[in-house]
């Protein structure tokens, strides 16, 4: 499975950004999402989440400011990101995790993107 996204940028305090992620190869209907952040210096931390279902989850520091959404069709995960702050800037990864049947029974398999830089001016 791969990973890109795609959409980041530099963009001013107050401003509007929407992160793409388009995954392809063996893609399992049944994946959950998710974008992640890294800022400099700091740990790579949950920005938002999305099952396969539709069900999310966001960090509280994003909340009522971002959504995240998808296209199952498409195999492609959103972020839109409103009201943005300096605080926001940071390495942002898209993230997909599925669960794969082996003899064993189900492995949980996760990949990462490359990552996209928001910058936020204040």
């Known amino acids: 499975v791969q990973l890109v996204e795609s959409g980041g940028g530099l963009v001013q305090y107050g401003g509007s950004l929407r992160l793409s992620c388009a995954a392809s190869?063996?893609?399992?209907?049944?994946?959950?999402m998710a974008w992640y952040r890294q800022a400099t210096g700091k740990q790579r931390e949950l920005v938002a989440s999305i099952t396969s279902g539709g069900g999310t989850n966001y960090a509280d520091s994003v909340k009522g400011r971002f959504s995240i959404s998808r296209d199952n069709a498409e195999n492609t995960v959103y972020l839109q990101m409103n009201s943005l702050k300096p605080e926001d800037t940071a390495v942002y990864y898209c993230h997909l995790s599925q669960g794969v049947a082996t003899i064993e029974g189900i492995n949980r398999v996760t990949y990462w993107g490359r990552g996209t830089l928001v910058t936020v001016s204040s």
């Open positions: 190869g063996r893609v399992l209907s049944t994946n959950d």
